[in-house]
């Protein structure tokens, strides 16, 4: 089958930092499914990983994670599934990705995909709808429906692939939601998603909120690098508030005062985290996929596709990776096609 590997960690701008190659159909064990890729998404994780390092792989590592596709085949314990499905995933980062034309994934991290979105809008979706439903309604205390009435809650980094179904998710949840953003293009995308405020993540935000007639925010999410506006959240976030974090800080964070003082809740997510582990509860991510498909199909949430790619290719996926290491991409970027 055809697929997109790297050898070598290299710089985006080298042609070998992502190839074209061969490989051997991928074998399904017990819960798996074996699904014939049509559509791909490329996210932050995937330029990391395939970032400059020492090391060289002795066999192509395809890498990949949201996908959207048709099941070729299902494992002896699959239940649910059937040769024919569209289903829609975000993929197991302890296992070959998704950039190649078949791939074998856990049957109870998938779902079917929206009946709304063809295979392109669908890839969008996965990582990131997992990602922002599992730290708004499972790390934090808040319900899907109408967990946020009365609140105030900010998107760092609003227009990014999370923050873009984040916003979604948390109006939909009651949330009065204020996005940062700060080109003319990204504040608009975040107020089609949703968000009633946008302020500029570029600017000190305390004054700009207190302008808007925010003085206190219950509820942060940070969806890049949150160093820089460590110090300002712990002044701007209410007392018995939350915060949540994704990315990995670039320098040490005082947790202590005022955050301790206040008693706010920083909470930690990794959406591989379950199938990583393979916790008891690894299928509630099959179930979250299911849940957002039905309200996309209902129209309460709406795709972030922005920008696609065809076909899947290593030209392709180099020139996906470019413009997500811009830092000037909207919503997601899909490729799809072989």
Partial sequence: MKAVALIRYLPID???SLIDVELPMPEIGVHDLL???EAVSVNPVDTKLRSPKPQVESQPRVL???AAGTVEAVGAS???FKPGDQVYYAGDATRPGSNAQYQAVDARIVAHRPRRLDAVGAAALPLTAITA????FERMPFSPDRG?????LLVIAGAGGVGSIAIQLARRAGFTVIATASRPETQAWCRAMGAQHVVDHRQPLTAQLKAQGFHQIDVVLCLTDVAPYWTELGELLAPQGHVGLIVEPTTPLNIGDPFKAKCIGIHWEMMFARSRFKTADIAEQGRILA???AMIDEGELRGIQHESLSPINAENMREAHR?????????KLVISGW
Wanted: zero cysteines; proline letters at 3%; aromatic letters at 6%.
């Fill in 14 to 16: 080298d042609p070998q």
């Fill in 35 to 37: 699904v014939r890729v």
């Fill in 64 to 66: 990949g994670f949201d």
């Fill in 78 to 80: 699959v239940t649910g």
């Fill in 133 to 136: 439903w599992e730290l708004l």
């Fill in 148 to 152: 946020g009435d009365g609140k105030t």
């Fill in 291 to 293: 849940r957002v498909a």
């Fill in 323 to 331: 413009r997500l290491e811009s830092g000037r991409t909207i919503g």
